[in-house]
């Protein structure tokens, strides 16, 4: 398997724009997790889904945040509009959730920098 | 909720050198995972060892669970062993990970 799948790599936008960030979960996985890292927070989880249904966005900053997973292959986060303190590392993991266990697999991240 | 409370939180090596990191958390949990997240940002699981002993390679792993505390042992240490380890539990249930502040390591050459 090719491993938890995310694009872009690297997002450059100015203030105010959409940004959508990707990601494909492991084949067979059954729950997805969006985290955000900065220095200042470490990582933070934001939301995460089971079975394609949210089931926990405590974590999401504020309206402007929204993640949508329409099929177990895909699921996107978007803002709008960003903010300078948006920039962060956002990863995508994913894992088979059963039974108390949850091995999560990271994605390789998406550094975004908002201008 | 839980606390996860790791040490040290920097540690400067030469290359060669042996190294512990700990990992304390204040109640039980049934599941614990080691990361290490590479220069290039990269995290990469190392264990799953919510419990026991595990090795892979130079690196291994013990948690003892009804003392709450993970140890993770790097030998002979190299520079491609640089970056950021995690520890990352789950307890009373919840599905959703408690991470720690992490370790961060220079292995000079």
């Known amino acids: 398997d090719a491993g938890v799948i995310q694009s872009p790599r690297h997002e450059v936008t100015e203030m105010g724009q959409e940004v959508t960030l990707r990601c494909k979960p492991i084949?067979?996985?059954?729950?997805l997790f969006w985290y955000r890292q900065t220095m200042m927070r470490g990582l933070e989880l934001l939301i995460y889904f089971n079975n394609n249904v949210p089931i926990d966005d405590s974590g999401m900053p504020e309206d402007r945040f929204s993640a949508k997973m329409p099929n177990a292959s895909f699921s996107t986060l978007k803002i709008q509009p960003s903010e300078p303190r948006d920039s962060a590392v956002y990863f995508c993991?994913?894992?088979?959730?059963?039974?108390?266990?949850?091995?999560?697999?990271f994605g390789a991240g998406t550094r975004l920098s908002v201008l | 909720g839980i606390q996860v409370e790791q040490s040290p939180p920097d540690l400067i090596l030469q290359e060669g050198a042996n190294s512990t990191l700990r990992c304390n958390f204040s109640d039980s949990v049934n599941n614990l995972q080691w990361f290490h997240q590479n220069p290039w940002g990269q995290l990469i699981n190392l264990f799953y060892i919510p419990s026991g002993t595990k090795q892979n390679g130079r690196l291994s792993a013990t948690t003892v669970a009804t003392e709450r505390y993970s140890l993770l042992y790097i030998s002979s240490s190299q520079t491609t062993d640089s970056g950021v380890y995690f520890c990352?539990?789950?307890?009373?249930?919840?599905?959703?990970?408690?991470f720690g502040r992490g370790t961060s390591l220079i292995v000079h050459p």
């Open positions: 993991a994913s894992s088979l959730l059963s039974g108390g266990t949850n091995i999560q697999y």
């Open positions: 084949s067979g996985h059954n729950s």
């Open positions: 990352a539990v789950l307890s009373g249930g919840s599905y959703i990970p408690t």
